[in-house]
């Protein structure tokens, strides 16, 4: 079965220092997709960043970018000078191949960020 | 465009009565989601729809709770003899086939159940 693990509940960071949201996924299908977002306390869900299993390159999106390391199931968001608008939930989910059938995510935990001024 | 629009935002209800709440997804999106949020807690999904395919109930906790879908249109999630443990927020999420398959969330339905 598939699982998405977040093992920070919490973290501080320091305005404009970067901070590193951990997120590991276990599957045994080859072809998926790994996705993070945010939910500020007003409870919308924002769409930040997407992986495929095949991309090559780590994908990045502004201050925002994605640590794959496929061997190890790791899918760690990293968030360069942070801000106090990023103080948030982050959701680390995973999808299945759309090619298999299957259009379930799953959602890891959460990991509560906190941005010092 | 518009978003994903759910309605109603809050609902207050008794225990033992039951409840409906509703998805708008995005025009065209043929994927449309239905997760529960409990307070301070991650999502947990529900069920989903992809087109005309069956839907995926896997997510379901009880027989209480049933989801319908008009074609690729609105979805209304029904929660019959509503209890105290179903107080949540209830998201709604679409998706467009192809791409990245990202997300698009409504705004959710808060659900309280005295």
């Known amino acids: 079965a598939q699982k998405i693990t977040q093992t920070q509940p919490g973290m501080f960071v320091q305005e404009k220092e970067a901070v590193t949201l951990d997120c590991t996924y276990d599957t045994s299908d080859p072809s998926y997709g790994l996705f993070w977002y945010k939910q500020p306390s007003s409870g919308e869900m924002i769409f930040l960043i997407y992986q495929g299993s095949y991309d090559q390159q780590n994908a990045t999106e502004g201050r925002y970018s994605l640590n794959f390391q496929k061997a190890r199931k790791s899918a760690n968001l990293v968030i360069s000078a942070s801000q106090l608008g990023d103080s948030a939930m982050y959701f680390c989910a995973m999808r299945e191949a759309p090619n298999t059938g299957g259009f379930k995510t799953i959602f890891g935990a959460g990991t509560r960020l906190f941005v010092k001024a | 465009g518009a978003g994903v629009s759910q309605s109603p935002s809050n609902k207050v209800t008794e225990k033992g009565k039951d409840v409906e709440l509703r998805c708008d997804p995005i025009?065209?999106?043929?994927?449309l989601y239905w997760y529960r949020q409990r307070l301070g807690q991650g999502l947990e999904f529900l069920i989903y729809?992809?087109?005309?395919?069956?839907?995926?109930k896997s997510g379901l906790p009880s027989d209480r709770f049933s989801a319908e879908r008009t074609g690729e249109s609105v979805s209304t999630l029904t929660i019959q003899r509503t209890q105290q443990e179903d107080s949540a927020v209830y998201l709604c999420a679409s998706t467009v086939w192809g791409g990245t398959y990202e997300q698009y969330f409504g705004p959710g339905t808060r659900l309280t159940v005295t």
């Open positions: 729809f992809q087109g005309n395919s069956a839907p995926d």
């Open positions: 025009s065209g999106h043929t994927a």
